[in-house]
Nanobody
Framework: QVQLVESGGGLVQPGGSLRLSCAASERIIGINAMGWYRQAPGKERELVASITTGGITVYGDSVKGRFTISRDNAENTVYLQMNNLKPEDTAVYYC??????????WGKGTLVTVSS
């Protein structure tokens, strides 16, 4: 069973930065894309950013220009650099891996809190 482990969450002041990392527990064959989703209290889970094996990226409208996703294909690791954080970015951030175009894997999540 593939496991995704997130790290890098925490408390940051508005305008600050954080970098999230997600590593797979084993080398995964057949990955199409890896990405990040987030879920704030009382809201649905939403896409933050995703990146395909070929490097094509997609960002949620609310994070464009502030967040950057990158990945290390050889290590099955994906990163999310978050700059100019806002209180509305507060959420649990989940790592996602899409495999063989049908199989979704999720991490347990890491909490990001943006507050002064």
């Amino acid at each position: 069973q593939v496991q995704l482990v997130e790290s890098g969450g925490g408390l940051v002041q508005p305008g600050g930065s954080l970098r999230l990392s997600c590593a797979a527990s084993e080398r995964i064959i057949g990955i199409n894309a890896m990405g990040w989703y987030r879920q704030a209290p009382g809201k649905e889970r939403e896409l933050v950013a995703s990146i395909t094996t070929g490097g094509i990226t997609v960002y949620g409208d609310s994070v464009k220009g502030r967040f950057t996703i990158s990945r290390d294909n050889a290590e099955n690791t994906v990163y999310l650099q978050m700059n100019n954080l806002k209180p509305e970015d507060t959420a649990v951030y989940y790592c996602n891996c899409l495999r063989y175009s049908t199989d979704n894997y999720w991490g347990k999540g890491t909490l990001v809190t943006v507050s002064s």
